[in-house]
């Protein structure tokens, strides 16, 4: 896939519970539909439209398209994946991440079965089913 799916996700919203005034972080997915620089209105992924009352700790984080060739040797990314019949990982997105994101594998939840690998591009090349992302 040459031009990544463009995608907007929010990482680590935190919000403030007035009840029990505790911080919880929550994950949304979707599109941002205003923002008054206290509520980030936001449309899920499921349709519903969100009022998120932002703090001094919220992070939000947008993904902008790219294409494979953007992509080059020790840059950081996040690759959503997905695992073949024959136990391949096949890629699904592909973000550029900031470094404080650490490095790892876990389940992720763009997609039942789906996992995110964090980690610096190695090497993109062409394979004969397609483009190749080598991860270290």
Partial sequence: MNVLRIIV??????LVS???EAQTNV???GTITAFDGQVLSVK??????LALQMTEQTTVAAAK????????QG???GVTTMK???GTLVAVEVHTIPRTVPEGYAP??????TMMTNANVAAVVQAADGQELTLE
């Fill in 9 to 14: 996700f929010f990482c680590g919203l935190a």
């Fill in 18 to 20: 007035v009840a029990a």
């Fill in 75 to 77: 840059d950081y990314v």
């Fill in 108 to 113: 992720w939840d763009l997609q039942p079965d």
């Fill in 65 to 72: 398209a790219i294409t494979l060739a953007d992509l080059k």
């Fill in 84 to 86: 073949r019949a024959d």
């Fill in 27 to 29: 994950r949304v997915r």
């Fill in 44 to 49: 899920s992924r499921e349709g519903k439209d």
